[in-house]
């Protein structure tokens, strides 16, 4: 089974979905880091010398690869329910699970702007984390992550909602 994480920034989809594949003994793909290898770039660097839109087109091109992955895991980066067809493809492919900790633990998480520079400007990110929640809202599961939480005991929850799928 394929399972996407999605989320804001600082919503875990990393660590958890570290966690979550170690559990389940399949791979985990992060596709930042994905994009970050194939390209020789980091997103920062990309952001400034591409430009958003053509990030976007990136990703989507490292997203329809992963949506024929077979058992998986995908860490995705926290913008990419805003272009639709990624989103289609992710609910097509496999589970999308919206990693769900409410924009004031995520600022909390965050802490650093310097590695974060949305949060720079938090009324920015507010707002971003705003015109981004209806497309989480179309996932198939949303999963609470509160700031104590560690990533197992996350895992452990997503584990719960797909009890078949997650059988040990």
């Given at each position: 089974m394929l399972i996407w994480l999605t989320g804001f920034m600082g919503s875990g989809k990393t660590t958890v979905g570290r966690s979550l594949s170690g559990r389940l003994g399949v791979p985990l793909v992060d596709t930042d880091a994905a994009i970050e290898t194939r390209f020789g770039k980091t997103i920062p660097e990309i952001f400034a010398a591409e430009g958003e839109a053509q990030?976007?087109?990136?990703?989507?091109?490292?997203?329809?690869?992963?949506?024929?992955?077979?058992?998986?895991?995908?860490?995705?980066?926290?913008?990419?329910?805003?272009?639709?067809?990624?989103?289609?493809?992710?609910?097509?492919?496999?589970?999308?699970?919206?990693?769900?900790?409410?924009?004031?633990?995520?600022?909390?998480?965050?802490?650093?702007?310097?590695?974060?520079?949305?949060?720079?400007?938090?009324?920015?990110?507010?707002?971003?984390?705003?015109?981004?929640?209806?497309?989480?809202?179309?996932?198939?599961?949303?999963?609470?992550s509160k700031i104590d939480d560690t990533p197992a005991q996350v895992a452990e929850r997503i584990c719960a909602l797909l009890e078949d799928e997650c059988a040990t």
């Open positions: 990030f976007r087109v990136l990703e989507g091109a490292v997203i329809a690869e992963c949506a024929r992955l077979g058992d998986a895991v995908v860490a995705t980066g926290g913008g990419a329910v805003e272009e639709e067809a990624n989103v289609e493809l992710m609910l097509r492919s496999g589970r999308v699970i919206f990693l769900d900790g409410g924009f004031d633990v995520l600022r909390a998480r965050v802490g650093d702007a310097a590695t974060r520079p949305l949060f720079r400007d938090p009324e920015l990110a507010e707002r971003r984390y705003a015109q981004r929640r209806p497309a989480y809202g179309r996932c198939h599961l949303r999963v609470e």
